[in-house]
């Protein structure tokens, strides 16, 4: 699998490692060899592919779909994003899906889970984003996307996009190595050359 | 306030100067933004104070077009016009 998260059930031979004291729902599929450390939550309706690593106090909740190799750092929320192999969020980085955010409904009671409409995140294969950024409801992150630290995205980003600020604001391109790449669009650090597409950029071949 | 086009590059070689640490008068038309040392974060700090001294929105896929100084002073004198 490349792109799209196929997670797998905990029923392996390789089992997921989960931390004493993080709470698992026991409906929530894991994937071989994903471990999941101290003080995380992951809900009954989550999906979480193979070889993950989920750091302290990660909150992955309401039927959120994680693929395969994805790292979420230190205190990340992840509230029903779909996040597709080899996505990394740095520690402090919240995954937002309520695009019209009130506790409360119009006649004044307390909104439940049918009140309002999801609107997930959805980040794509390799994309990576910067510690304690807030990606709002409804943006997809393309392909080895890169977010700044302290970001925050109300903007779909193309693939190899780089965006960094508040409002976030593309400056550049990133390389799958994760350096930025220059006027002609080819990393310094590694060689790659990509070509410019309408959803952003690509290797060229 | 209007700006004229000769001190859109002035505007623009001064930023470029207080960002990069090199003297305005040395950055000339032909002066790369990469030759500056400008990474992203430098790219960003140069979008925001264009923005504020300008007074003009200047759209990212515009920025990203840019590579040398002329083509930012190109930039900023179109958008006066257009304005």
Known sequence: MTEKPTPTTSRTSDPPFIAESAEVAPAARIGARTRIWHHSQVDADVRIGEDCVLGKGVHVASAAVIGNLVKIQDGCGVFGATLEDGVMLAPGVYLLEDPAPRAVNPSGHLKGRNDWRREPVTIRYGATIGANSVIAPGVTIGRYALVGIGSVVGHDVPDHGLVMGNPARQLGWSCMCGHRLNDNLTCPTCGRLYHQRPYGLSLAT | ?83
Do not use: C, F
Not at chain 2, 14 to 36: C, K, N, V, W
């Open chain 2, 1 to 83: 306030m209007i700006i004229q086009a000769t001190d859109q590059q002035t505007v623009a070689r001064q930023i470029l100067g207080e960002i990069s640490g090199r003297a305005a008068d040395s950055i000339i038309a032909s002066t790369r933004l990469s030759d500056l040392g400008l990474d992203s974060l430098g790219r960003l700090t140069l979008a925001v104070l264009l923005e504020e001294r300008t007074g003009r929105p200047i759209p990212d896929h515009e920025l990203l077009s840019v590579q040398t100084v002329d083509d930012l002073e190109r930039l900023l004198t179109s958008s006066e016009r257009s304005a």
